[in-house]
Each structure stands twice: as C-alpha cells, then as structure tokens.
C-alpha cells in the first residue's frame, strides 16, 4: 500500500485546510485509514481514522467537533477537512493504513510522507 498525502500549507488562525491521501495498491476493504500529526520537538499523535468498508470515525479529543474525516471510494482517497485551526495545530500531518483501529504509531502498518500545516497566529 502507498499513501500519498497532500494539501499542507499556510492558514491563519480560525481558517480552514482540506487534506487528502490518495491510497494505492491492495487496499482491503477492512483497512481503517487515518490521520496522525507530529509537532517540532513532540511525538506523532493520532489525529483521526475511517473504516474503509462502513465509514465509522473516530477523532482525538483535540479534533471533535473542528476536522472531519471522510472518504472517497472510488478515488481511493481519504480527507481530513480541519476547520477553525488553532496555531497549536501546526504539525507535520501523516496519512496512515492499518488493518484495525490504530490510535498509536505501533498499530499503523503503513504511513504517507508527511505535509506540513503550518497555523499563524
């Protein structure tokens, strides 16, 4: 499995950045697919996931209510739309695959390169 996560940038406080990880390769309908983000000097943390087959979610505490997490099917591709950003959640964003819900980097079995989401304050 390849992801291939895009969409990172510049946004203002209180703004909004869409997202995306297209996924190839076999891909299984069971995968839960999923968002981790790392900040400079902090360890990478789960952000959000999305069974592949029922759409299920499931979101950080720091995420409800303000990112969305959805898929794409016939694209083969995940967003993450984060709304009302937060200078705090500037960081590193991974796209991730497993095959259960993973909320902590042991779980994940594949990860994307990184885009970088950078919120000024």
């Known amino acids: 499995v390849q992801l291939q996560a895009s969409g990172g940038g510049l946004v203002q406080a209180g703004g909004s950045l869409r997202l995306s990880c297209a996924a190839s390769?076999?891909?299984?309908?069971?995968?839960?697919m999923g968002w981790f983000r790392q900040a400079p000097g902090k360890e990478r943390e789960f952000v959000a996931a999305i069974r592949w087959s029922n759409s299920f979610t499931y979101y950080a505490d720091s995420a409800k209510g303000r990112f969305t997490i959805s898929r794409d099917n016939a694209k083969n591709t995940v967003y993450l739309q984060m709304n009302s950003l937060k200078s705090e959640d500037t960081a590193v964003y991974y796209c991730?695959?497993?095959?259960?819900?993973?909320?902590?980097?042991?779980?994940?079995?594949?990860w994307g390169k990184g885009t970088l989401v950078t919120v000024s304050s």
């Open positions: 390769g076999r891909i299984f309908s069971s995968y839960v």
């Open positions: 991730a695959a497993a095959g259960r819900l993973a909320t902590t980097i042991h779980g994940v079995d594949y």
